[in-house]
């Protein structure tokens, strides 16, 4: 689970009332990613920004960034292995490396993305799901 503050929550909600809660309207503008902190501004593909002043910033911070890239298997592959000493083989996920490390350095340009674009519907899934829950107590 992503946390996010209860005003960025607000602005989310803005975002997806806005796209008329198509979500594959919203899309990452652009990105950065300062060892600490991945930075993502958002936009409606039908009502691009001028500059990323006007997108919606959304910080997240390396743990989760991190966390989300284990859980979603992104830095890891299911493969054979042998076991050192009773000389079996058996099938595990093979870690290619730390997940940041792996985003870093490993992943290709195109698998940076699919990995932002997961770390988006996460959240947009995340957001719905967890704020309309009290709606089906009514």
Partial sequence: MIKINQKLKDKLWWLVISVDYDYSRITVADHDFNGETLTLWLED???FKNSLDECLQLDITAKQFAKLIKDENLNSYEGNKMHPSKNYVYRTRIEINEPITWYLDDATLTEQQWTRDILLKK?????????????EEW
């Fill in 123 to 135: 959240l947009l899934t995340q957001l719905v799901e967890t704020e309309t829950h009290g709606i």
């Fill in 45 to 47: 593909k039908h009502d």
